[in-house]
C-alpha cells in the first residue's frame, strides 16, 4: 500500500471525539463521580471508533466513514426528535449514494469529493475544540479539583485499613439499613389506610426502640444523609458549592469512625448523589447507575426499549433493589468480631411500586419510571397507587425482618438501625394541607436496636442526633447535640421553611 493510500485509510477519530465530549459534558454539568461515567465512557469511545471503521470498509473512503459515521450518531443522539432524525437520513443517503453518481457522471463529481477532506479537517477541528471547551466548564464550576480527589479516593486500588478488633471495649458493629421513603407507620394508616403495625411489632420483637413520632429534619434523600453525616442542624445544611456527594462521602461521621478504627462498607443505591463511593468498601451490584440512565435516555435507547423491551427500567430497578438486600444479606452472615459500619442503601419503597407483596414483578412497562409518588398516581390512580405501596411495603418488610435477623445471629452484640431518609412523597389528603406537605413527608421511619444502651432514641426523635448519640453511648466520645430543626425544601430558597411540627 503506498503511503497517500495509507493516510487515505487513517482511521477518522472526530466522531469517537465528540460522543466522548458529549458524555465528559454531562459528567461535567452533573458532577457525579468520574467513576460513574466510566463505562458510559468506553462505550462512547469504542462506539465513535466502531461506527467509523464499519462504514470505512463499506465506502473505502476515511472522510465518507467519518461523516457516516457522525450523522449516525445524530441519529441515534436524536431519536426522540423526528426533525432531525429525517435530516439525517437525508444527509446520510445522499453522503452513501455519491459514490454511485459520481461513476456515472466524471469530472463534475470528482470535484464535489474535494470537499471531502476539508469537512474531515473541519469537524476534527471542531471536536477537540469541543473538548477543550468541556475542559473549560469543569475549571469554571470547581469540578477539576473534585474529580482528582474523587479519583484517588474511589479508586479500586487504594489501600483499605483493616477493622480494628472490638474486643471488650463496647465499639460494636453498626448496620443501618435505610429504606427511602419509608412512611412513619400512623401516617400509612390516615392517609392510605394501610396497616403496617405487623413490622413495628416485629421490630419490637427484635428488641427495637421504634419512635412512633419520629421525623426527618429534610425531605431530600441528600440533605438528610448530608446532615446525619456532618453532625449539623437542618439550617446549617446550605447550598454548598461543591457537590452534596462530597459533603456526604467526607462526613465527619466517617472520619471518627476510622478513628475508631472501623471499617466502612456501603451498598449502592445507584443514585450519584447521595452514593457512598468514599467507603473502604464500596459494593456496586451493576446494573446502570444513576449517571447511565441519563445517557441512555438521551440516546436512541430509551425509543429503542420503549418499544422492544418495554419492561427494561422496570426489570433494572427491581435487580438494584434485590440485589442490594442480597449483598446486605452476604455482609450480615459474614460479619465478623471487627468494628464495621455497614450501610445499606435500599431505593424503596420509594417510588417506582416495582414489587407485589409476595416479590413478584408489578407491570409497569416504559423505559422511563415514575420515580415520585405524585408521577405514580398520576399514572395509576390513587387507589390503584396505595394498592401498589402496600404490596410493596408487605414485600420490603419481610425482606427487612429476614436481613435484621440475619445480622442479630451473626453478632447478638450489634447495633441495627432501620429507618427512612423522609417520609411518603404523595400529596397529603388531610384538608388544609398543601405543597410540599411538610406534615406527610417529614413523618419517617425510626428503629433503632441498640443492645445494652438505652437512650438512644425517644418517641419523638428525629435523625439529627441518631450518630451523636450512638458514639457517645458506646465509645464514650462523639460531638454534642445539635437542634432537631426541621427544614423543608420546596424547590426555591425563598418557598423553603423551618417546619414546627404538630406531633
Ligand atoms: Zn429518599
Redesign the pocket.
Known amino acids: 500500500m503506498s503511503l497517500a493510500a495509507r493516510a487515505r485509510m487513517r482511521p477518522v477519530l472526530y466522531p469517537a471525539a465528540i460522543l466522548v465530549a458529549f458524555v465528559l459534558n454531562l459528567l461535567v454539568e452533573t458532577g457525579v463521580s468520574p467513576y460513574a461515567a466510566g463505562r458510559p465512557l468506553i462505550v462512547a469511545l469504542l462506539v465513535g471508533i466502531l461506527v467509523v471503521w464499519l462504514a470505512a470498509f463499506a465506502t473505502a473512503d476515511r472522510d465518507r466513514a467519518g461523516l457516516l459515521g457522525v450523522i449516525l450518531m445524530v441519529m441515534v443522539l436524536a431519536a426522540g426528535n423526528r426533525t432531525s432524525v429525517v435530516l439525517s437520513l437525508l444527509a446520510f443517503s445522499l453522503i452513501a449514494v455519491q459514490p454511485l453518481l459520481r461513476r456515472r457522471s466524471g469530472p463534475s463529481a470528482a470535484r464535489a469529493r474535494d470537499w471531502l477532506p476539508i469537512a474531515t479537517r473541519l469537524l476534527t477541528i471542531g471536536s477537540v475544540i469541543l473538548l477543550v471547551a468541556v475542559g473549560i466548564k469543569a475549571v469554571q464550576l470547581g469540578r477539576v479539583e473534585t474529580f482528582a480527589q474523587d479519583l484517588v479516593a474511589e479508586s479500586p486500588l487504594r489501600p483499605r485499613p483493616v477493622a480494628a478488633s472490638a474486643g471488650s471495649t463496647g465499639a460494636p458493629n453498626m448496620f443501618f439499613i435505610l429504606l427511602?421513603?419509608y412512611p412513619r407507620a400512623d401516617k400509612l394508616r390516615s392517609e392510605f389506610g394501610i396497616d403496617n403495625s405487623g413490622f413495628i411489632t416485629d421490630l419490637r420483637a427484635r428488641d427495637f426502640v421504634v419512635a412512633e413520632h419520629s421525623r426527618s429534619n429534610q425531605v431530600?434523600?441528600e440533605l438528610?444523609l448530608a446532615q446525619m453525616f456532618n453532625y449539623r442542624s437542618a439550617t446549617e445544611i446550605t447550598r454548598a458549592n461543591r457537590p452534596r456527594r462530597v459533603d456526604i462521602n467526607d462526613g465527619a461521621f466517617f472520619a471518627d469512625l476510622h478513628r475508631l478504627g472501623y471499617r466502612t462498607v456501603a451498598v449502592s443505591p445507584a443514585f450519584e448523589t447521595v452514593a457512598l463511593r468514599r467507603a473502604d468498601v464500596f459494593l456496586d451490584t451493576g446494573q446502570l447507575n444513576e449517571f447511565e440512565w441519563a445517557v441512555a435516555g438521551m440516546t436512541g435507547l430509551s425509543v429503542f426499549a420503549d418499544a422492544v423491551v418495554p419492561d427494561l427500567g422496570a426489570d433494572a430497578h427491581r435487580a438494584r433493589i434485590l440485589d442490594a438486600l442480597e449483598a446486605a444479606e452476604r455482609q450480615a452472615q459474614s460479619l465478623g468480631a471487627g468494628r464495621e459500619f455497614i450501610f445499606v442503601h435500599v431505593v424503596a419503597p420509594?417510588a417506582p411500586q416495582v414489587f407485589a407483596a409476595d416479590g413478584h414483578p408489578n407491570d409497569l412497562p416504559g423505559f422511563n419510571l415514575p420515580y415520585s409518588d405524585p408521577g405514580e398516581i398520576a399514572r395509576f390512580g390513587f387507589e390503584e397507587y396505595v394498592r401498589r405501596l402496600q404490596g410493596q411495603l408487605q414485600f420490603l418488610n419481610d425482606r427487612t425482618i429476614r436481613l435484621v435477623d440475619s445480622v442479630v445471629a451473626a453478632d447478638p452484640r450489634a447495633v441495627v438501625v432501620v429507618f427512612?431518609?423522609?417520609g411518603s412523597g404523595a400529596p397529603s389528603r388531610e384538608s388544609g394541607e398543601i405543597y410540599p406537605y411538610a406534615d406527610l413527608h417529614t413523618a419517617n421511619l425510626l428503629a433503632v436496636r441498640s443492645p445494652g444502651k438505652a437512650g438512644i432514641i425517644d418517641d419523638r426523635s428525629t435523625l439529627a442526633n441518631l450518630l451523636p448519640r450512638l458514639l457517645r453511648k458506646y465509645m464514650d466520645t462523639g460531638p454534642s447535640e445539635v437542634p432537631e430543626t426541621i427544614y423543608v425544601w420546596a424547590d426555591k430558597p425563598n418557598d423553603s421553611f423551618v417546619f414546627l411540627r404538630p406531633d
Open positions: 427511602d421513603g431530600k434523600t438528610t420509594h427512612s431518609d423522609h
